[in-house]
């Protein structure tokens, strides 16, 4: 399975960003998803996830209210829609899959199998 983020790159504060991510090799309707970030200097955080069937989601709080997770089975893809971006919102994106384990998602980033290279996001101030 191959992992395939596209969509980052340089924006203001206060704009939007939709990245996306492309899943190959294998179709991924029974995964749990999911993005995470990593700004210089800090840890990988979980963003946002989303269950298998895209019925429930997860919001770190930094980001609830501004970012939507979302996923399409027939194209195989999961999509970050980022509005009101900010500074701290900066760092490389990763989108990451795991084998669903129930109805719900987890954010334990051990617990998921593939992984992207990543996609720079920017916000300038």
């Known amino acids: 399975v191959q992992l395939e983020e596209s969509g980052g790159g340089l924006v203001q504060a206060g704009g939007s960003l939709r990245i996306s991510c492309a899943a190959s090799g294998r179709t991924l309707s029974s995964y749990v998803m999911a993005w995470f970030r990593q700004a210089p200097g800090k840890e990988r955080e979980p963003v946002a996830a989303i269950n298998w069937n895209g019925g429930k989601t997860y919001y770190t709080d930094s980001v609830e209210g501004r970012f939507t997770i979302s996923r399409n089975h027939v194209e195989n893809a999961l999509y970050l829609q980022m509005n009101s971006l900010k500074p701290e919102d900066t760092a490389i994106y990763y989108c990451?899959?795991?084998?669903?384990?129930?109805?719900?998602?987890?954010?334990?980033?051990?617990?998921?199998?593939?992984w992207g290279q990543g996609t720079q996001v920017t916000v300038s101030s």
């Open positions: 990451a899959a795991g084998p669903a384990r129930d109805s719900s998602y987890y954010v334990e980033d051990d617990l998921y199998t593939y």
